[in-house]
């Protein structure tokens, strides 16, 4: 597993070709419009040692747009951390608005909570400590939850994308959003496989393999995107 300093150094540009060009964008275009919660939650997350793993704030606002765009209200989340995603899609989905939340380490939700409680956020999350698996085919066993959800995003363990997207599908409604994170892997997915780090060489060959299945999968109108280490949009069809 890579240190803190060798994400920080594989996440300071982004995708894009230089630093300076990612700092251009971030100053430029996000910060200015970032809300001071999301400062203070992406502040409180450098102190952890796997800082560099939460959602980029370019990825961040992107999604925002996207939420608003399809008006969603009824969420899930897989893969939480310290909450910077979804603290920001609780901001930008309606007061009675819901998300599911999971994650299998609460420690690290527990960082940003205080400042979700402080901007009155709480009441839209029902955080679930758990493997994502088990969450999601309970949701399932209830007819009602199918084909009721707007949106999903998914940060969590790579290779499990498939098996998550299977059921994000049966609870998607149709033309609801669901939204896989570093799916570029810091680039590395267009490497040689001997150029490729072996430290990533795991994680890079199910993020190659999700691509591909994404690719091939006619259920779903998707876009990859260069934003924070790679994104990839479906919509369901």
């Known amino acids: 597993m890579e240190s803190k300093a ?8 982004g995708l894009l070709q230089t630093t300076e060009l990612y700092e251009y964008l971030l100053e430029t275009s996000v910060y200015p419009r970032e809300a001071e919660s999301l400062k ?3 502040a409180l997350t450098t102190s952890h040692p796997w800082g560099p793993m939460a959602t980029a704030p370019d990825a961040g606002q992107f999604m925002a747009l996207m939420l608003k765009l ?23 989905i309606p007061d009675d608005g819901k998300i599911t939340a999971i994650d299998v380490d609460r420690s690290a939700y527990e960082i940003g909570l205080p400042v979700i409680e402080k ?8 955080f679930i400590e758990s493997e994502a698996l088990p969450v999601l085919d309970q949701l399932l066993k209830d007819p009602e939850n199918r084909g009721t959800f707007d949106f999903v995003f998914v940060d ?20 609801g959003v669901v939204i896989y994170d570093n ?3 810091g680039g590395t997915v267009a490497m040689p496989e001997h150029l490729a780090p072996v430290r990533v060489m795991g994680t890079r060959s ?6 591909k299945y994404l690719a091939a999968d006619a259920r779903v109108q998707i876009s ?6 790679g994104i990839t949009i479906c919509r369901r069809l």
Not at 224 to 229: A, E, K, W, Y
Request: no cysteine.
């Open 70 to 92: 399809i008006n969603a209200k009824k969420t899930i989340e897989i893969g939480v951390f310290t909450g910077y995603s979804l603290l920001l899609t609780a901001l930008t």
């Open 119 to 126: 901007v009155g956020m709480k009441h839209k999350i029902n």
């Open 224 to 229: 990859q995107v260069p934003l924070g280490d």
């Open 206 to 211: 199910d993020a190659i393999e999700f691509n």
């Open 156 to 175: 969590a363990d790579k290779e499990n994308y498939k098996n998550y997207h299977e059921r994000v599908l049966e609870l998607l409604k149709r033309g």
């Open 183 to 185: 799916t570029l892997w």
């Open 6 to 13: 060798e994400m920080t150094a594989l996440m300071d540009k």
């Open 40 to 42: 203070e939650l992406r």
